[in-house]
């Protein structure tokens, strides 16, 4: 199996048309892409294998804001008839509890899927720091058990935008392996987006030195907009399949108009990681060019222009709509600054202090939580 500094010598990707969450389809679909990624499923007999799918929080399928839990049943059924040991896996936002597991597993379909094919879903909640020398930002990384206790992880990612990073797919997704609410550090530790892209690519190069990774993205339906949650679901039409999770993240990054935009990928492009062309790629399938969607609408946030160097106070940032807000408290629980308050039943951001690091939008359920722009950042958009 394919470890160590050999993911970044393997610029493959696989990219294939897919409409729909056809089971049967998507079964296929992914076994030839594999097939032409050159994985070989007997090597899988008897071995771990741990699903980390992206269930950012407890939203229903529909809602794109997590992977379709009919691809998590296509990509069991290909490990399970390998002869693999096949566990579902996943830190989403909010605390890391069984009873919010549950919850997130029964309403993503992830419970559904595991009883028609006959996958585990991880309940152990206890986690390990562990060193990863060689960083650029970080050193040392918590990460779940049944992630460092895999033979192989398989990253099952969905394409979305957000609002921090630009894009999320392959690399982001593996950020879920850091327990529950202690992304919040990670977040309070590296304030500026370059410092937290370094030590996402820190954590995911960790990963794939000491792991066999294998990246499926959800491109079916992926989200546009305000993402990772806030944005709308938007049709892409495929799947992408890659061993190289930053080689993946070219690719989606290329389909929805983000090239050389994106921090994480840019680093990783520095490191080595990954060619600096998606021309430089070994890509199989359909053609990447017959994806790319013209209009993705990027978050209110992106900008690649002069007014990324506005001051502080007339860049993006959040506000709250009291109309919609419930006063749950979970923007305040997952704020790394500790700025948001709750009085009477609403949520109060102290502005000042706020690095725009959007977890705080990213766990809204109701979407209470918008992009507020200056008029100069209107104007000009
Ligand atoms: S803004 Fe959203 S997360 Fe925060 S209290 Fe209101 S509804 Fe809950
Ligand atoms: S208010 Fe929101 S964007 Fe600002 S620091 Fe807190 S979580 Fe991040």
């Known amino acids: 199996m394919q470890t160590g500094n050999e993911f970044f010598k393997n610029n493959k990707a696989a990219i ?8 049967e389809m998507l079964y296929d679909l992914i076994i030839k892409q594999f097939d032409l990624l050159g994985i070989d499923l007997s090597e899988f007999k008897y071995k771990k294998v741990v699903l980390k799918p992206n269930l950012l929080m407890r939203f229903a399928p529909e809602k794109a804001v997590t992977v379709h839990p009919d691809v998590v049943f296509a990509v069991a059924k290909i490990f399970i008839e390998a002869g693999a040991s096949v566990l579902l896996a996943e830190s989403p936002g909010g605390p890391y509890t069984q009873g919010h597991l549950r919850t997130v597993y029964k309403t993503s379909g ?69 327990p529950g609410t202690l992304k919040v550090e990670y977040h309070s530790r590296f304030p500026k987006n370059e410092d937290f892209a370094a030590a996402i690519v820190d954590l995911t190069a960790y990963i794939c030195k000491t792991k066999k990774v294998i990246s499926v993205c959800d491109a079916i339906i992926g989200m546009e907009g305000n993402g990772p949650s806030g944005g709308n679901p938007k049709k892409i039409g495929c799947i992408i399949s890659s061993e190289n999770p930053f080689a993946l993240d ?43 969607v013209k209009d993705f609408i990027l978050p209110d946030t ?80």
């Open 16 to 23: 294939s048309k897919a409409d729909n969450y056809d089971r």
């Open 110 to 178: 992830m419970e559904k899927a595991s009883k028609d094919v006959g996958f585990e879903l991880n309940y152990d909640t206890s986690y390990t720091e562990v060193n990863t020398t060689g960083g650029q930002r970080s050193n040392k990384f918590c990460i779940i058990n049944p992630i460092l206790e895999a033979d192989c992880i398989v990253n099952l990612c969905k394409l979305k935008t957000h609002s921090m990073a630009l894009m999320t797919a392959a690399v982001k997704n593996l950020f879920g392996t850091v």
């Open 250 to 292: 070219l690719l989606a990054s290329h389909i929805i108009g983000t090239d050389n935009s994106v921090t994480m990928i840019e680093n990783a492009k520095a490191r080595g990681f990954i060619p600096e062309d998606i021309s430089d790629l070994e890509i199989y399938g359909d053609g990447p060019e017959n994806f790319v």
């Open 302 to 381: 992106h900008k690649k222009n002069i007014l990324n160097h506005l001051p502080s106070f007339l860049q993006p940032r959040p506000k709250v709509v009291k109309k919609i807000c419930i006063g749950c408290g979970e923007c305040a629980r997952s704020c790394p600054q500790k700025i948001i308050t709750i009085k009477k039943h609403k949520a109060h951001i102290d502005r000042k202090k706020c690095i725009k690091c959007y977890c705080c939008q990213e766990l809204c359920r109701p979407g209470a939580i918008k992009i507020h722009r200056s008029f100069i950042y209107k104007i000009v958009k």
